[in-house]
């Protein structure tokens, strides 16, 4: 197991600057920062922040931080997390981030000061996410959702992102569809990058090309909505769309009800999520529905496990399945029946 004294070593520093940036110390530089978050990764050290909570005297409440508590998604995870946290006598306080860093990391901050016992967080999406250095700023157990980069030493929990995504669009695929667009959110969040690589990998098995079909970046509905005017009036206009989250599938059905064009008679449609309204529509909406509930249940189980145990644990990173559900958005391909958007 890798030691303040492999990292120093790595780092070409000294172990007080190894534990000063381990310990959120303020002066020490960026480029020196850098340097030692570089060289706990390469080793695999992890800090021993369970101890370090119980000399503090750490309390029995948990943070909960998420990136935008209007996305429904996050909002029931965050919901089971205080369920299945309350029933184990454990207090829980949200945090939203708005997909800020800054402010991401004064949350950790505080909660630090408060001695907190442990944390779940999904990250932000603004840059590349350090979750090692997200853990080392809260000072005590942290366990990652839905965001966590696949090499890390945090304890995780997704879902299979690359899988559903690949399935989704297959399926567009053997209605005959070969243009399908994409509909992306943040270009750097970890979920985004798989579910695009997803949708990739089956347009490249059937030989399909994805040049000019898909729009990142469709951070809100309106941005999603803006990106479905600009496929549906394009030169290769799509015969399909695959939203790879919840804001981007409302952006796409308001897109093209602004453009007169419906699915599935115009355009076929798939969505990650819409839990709250994808039924509510008429035609209902094929999708990916993630397992909140059991996401912020195994969040707690990872973390309390890791809170309450005597022992070092190995990291662990836990891969949920998705529920693949088929309603009314998607039909048959058929050569000629495009119609103009208005």
């Given at each position: 197991m890798a030691t303040m004294h492999d990292v120093a070593k790595k780092a070409g520093v000294s172990i007080a600057t190894v534990s000063a940036v381990i310990n959120g110390g303020v002066n020490v530089s960026e480029k020196l920062t850098k340097r030692v978050q570089d060289a706990i990764r390469d080793v695999g050290y992890?800090?021993?922040?369970?101890?370090?909570?119980?000399?503090?005297?750490?309390?029995?409440?948990?943070v909960c931080i998420v990136p935008g508590i209007i996305n429904p998604i996050y909002a029931e995870i965050a919901q089971a997390i205080e369920v299945?946290?309350?029933?184990?006598?454990?207090?829980?306080?949200?945090?939203?981030?708005?997909?800020?860093?800054?402010?991401?990391?004064?949350?950790?901050?505080l909660a630090r000061s408060m001695q907190v016992a442990g944390g779940i967080i999904i990250p932000a999406a603004e840059q590349d996410v350090n979750v090692e250095q997200l853990e080392m700023d809260l000072g005590a157990p942290l366990v990652v959702v839905d965001r966590a980069p696949l090499e890390t030493t945090v304890d995780s929990v997704v879902v299979d992102n690359f899988q559903a995504a690949e399935r989704a669009v297959s399926l567009l695929i053997n209605l005959g569809h070969r243009r399908i667009g994409a509909v992306a959110s943040y270009p750097l969040s970890t979920t985004s990058l798989q579910r695009i690589a997803g949708y990739e990998a089956a347009m490249d098995k059937a030989g399909l090309s994805t040049e000019g079909l898909v729009r990142q970046n469709c951070s809100n509905v309106d941005r999603a909505k803006s990106a479905v005017?600009?496929?549906?009036?394009?030169?290769?206009?799509?015969?399909?769309?695959?939203?790879?989250?919840?804001?981007?599938?409302?952006?796409?059905?308001?897109?093209?009800?602004?453009?007169?064009?419906?699915?599935?008679?115009?355009?076929?449609?798939?969505?990650?999520?819409?839990?709250?309204?994808?039924?509510?529509?008429?035609?209902?909406?094929?999708?990916?529905?993630?397992p909140t509930e059991n996401m912020g249940r195994e969040a707690v189980r990872l973390v309390l496990e890791r809170i309450e145990s005597k022992t070092e644990l190995s990291v662990r990173r836990l891969v949920l399945e998705t529920e693949f559900i088929l309603k009314d958005s998607c039909a048959a391909y058929i050569a000629g029946k495009e119609a103009d958007p208005s």
């Amino acid at each position: 197991m890798a030691t303040m004294h492999d990292v120093a070593k790595k780092a070409g520093v000294s172990i007080a600057t190894v534990s000063a940036v381990i310990n959120g110390g303020v002066n020490v530089s960026e480029k020196l920062t850098k340097r030692v978050q570089d060289a706990i990764r390469d080793v695999g050290y992890r800090p021993n922040i369970v101890a370090r909570s119980l000399k503090t005297g750490g309390t029995k409440t948990l943070v909960c931080i998420v990136p935008g508590i209007i996305n429904p998604i996050y909002a029931e995870i965050a919901q089971a997390i205080e369920v299945f946290a309350n029933a184990k006598g454990y207090a829980v306080f949200l945090c939203n981030a708005q997909e800020e860093c800054k402010l991401q990391r004064k949350y950790l901050h505080l909660a630090r000061s408060m001695q907190v016992a442990g944390g779940i967080i999904i990250p932000a999406a603004e840059q590349d996410v350090n979750v090692e250095q997200l853990e080392m700023d809260l000072g005590a157990p942290l366990v990652v959702v839905d965001r966590a980069p696949l090499e890390t030493t945090v304890d995780s929990v997704v879902v299979d992102n690359f899988q559903a995504a690949e399935r989704a669009v297959s399926l567009l695929i053997n209605l005959g569809h070969r243009r399908i667009g994409a509909v992306a959110s943040y270009p750097l969040s970890t979920t985004s990058l798989q579910r695009i690589a997803g949708y990739e990998a089956a347009m490249d098995k059937a030989g399909l090309s994805t040049e000019g079909l898909v729009r990142q970046n469709c951070s809100n509905v309106d941005r999603a909505k803006s990106a479905v005017y600009d496929l549906m009036r394009s030169d290769n206009r799509p015969t399909a769309l695959f939203a790879t989250y919840e804001h981007a599938g409302m952006g796409v059905v308001q897109g093209l009800n602004s453009l007169g064009l419906s699915y599935p008679k115009d355009v076929s449609f798939i969505t990650f999520d819409g839990n709250a309204w994808a039924d509510a529509l008429h035609p209902s909406i094929t999708r990916i529905r993630q397992p909140t509930e059991n996401m912020g249940r195994e969040a707690v189980r990872l973390v309390l496990e890791r809170i309450e145990s005597k022992t070092e644990l190995s990291v662990r990173r836990l891969v949920l399945e998705t529920e693949f559900i088929l309603k009314d958005s998607c039909a048959a391909y058929i050569a000629g029946k495009e119609a103009d958007p208005s």
